[in-house]
């Protein structure tokens, strides 16, 4: 399976302030997805990016509140723009490989 | 209506036990089934994944799939306190995306 890093490991970021996760993988892959997990909930799927075009974001999910880079197949960011204490969570990027995803550690935020 | 549902438990085993986990699925087009295991503070680990009915099985974990039934199970044998852990169920509906249910949270007691 695929190697995923993710930074930063854990933030704690004021109320309208942005943050940029970046996430890292040791091969190239062709999709590259970013998840949400609240606490105690499971995770959700916020958008899927895809390198060379634009990200396709999930219902409930804009691009304004979270755009998303994929500059090449090893590497992509998601922002959380103008948080807010709803905003905290973990989220998680994962890769497709060998039809499984594979998820990197996580980025804890918390947003006061 | 959920599209994966999951028990959210606590499922309580003592060790060395079998432990059963259910998951049932909404959409009859899925085509693929995973179990992921994730421990508290960490990030989901893919144990099993399944795509054809009948059983697979995978040193203590076995899963199974009825697709006529829209189920999916996962069982551990010989249960161990390190298995203790929430265990998510994803669905795939033939594209990448997962839809994952809410996790039970299994507890082996020694």
Redesign the interface.
């Known amino acids: 399976?695929a190697v995923i890093s993710q930074k930063p490991s854990r933030d704690i970021c004021q109320r309208g302030t942005s943050l940029t996760i970046q996430c890292q993988v040791d091969s190239q892959v062709t999709?590259m997805?970013w998840y949400r997990q609240q606490p105690g909930?499971?995770?959700?799927?916020i958008a899927?990016a895809n390198q060379g075009s634009e990200a396709t974001y999930e219902s409930g999910f804009v691009i304004d509140k979270f755009p998303i880079s994929r500059p090449n197949l090893t590497f992509s960011t998601l922002t959380v723009s103008n948080m807010s204490p709803e905003d905290s969570s973990?989220y998680?990027c994962s890769v497709?490989s060998l039809?499984?995803?594979?998820?990197?550690?996580?980025t804890r935020l918390t947003v006061t | 209506q959920k599209e994966v549902e999951q028990n959210s438990g606590p499922l309580s085993v003592p060790e060395g036990a079998i432990a059963s986990l259910n998951c049932t699925y909404s959409d009859r087009v899925s085509q693929s089934f995973f179990w992921y295991r994730q421990y508290s503070g960490k990030s989901p680990e893919l144990i099993m994944s399944i795509y054809s009915n009948g059983d697979k099985e995978d040193g203590r974990f076995t899963a199974q799939l009825n697709k006529a039934s829209q189920y999916v199970s996962l069982l551990i044998r010989d249960s161990q306190p390190s298995d203790s852990a929430t265990y998510l169920c994803a669905v795939s509906l033939g594209t990448d995306k997962l839809i994952f249910g809410t996790g039970t949270r299994l507890q082996v007691f020694p």
């Open positions: 399976s999709m997805f909930q499971s995770l959700t799927l899927t973990i998680l497709d039809n499984s995803q594979y998820f990197g550690p996580g």
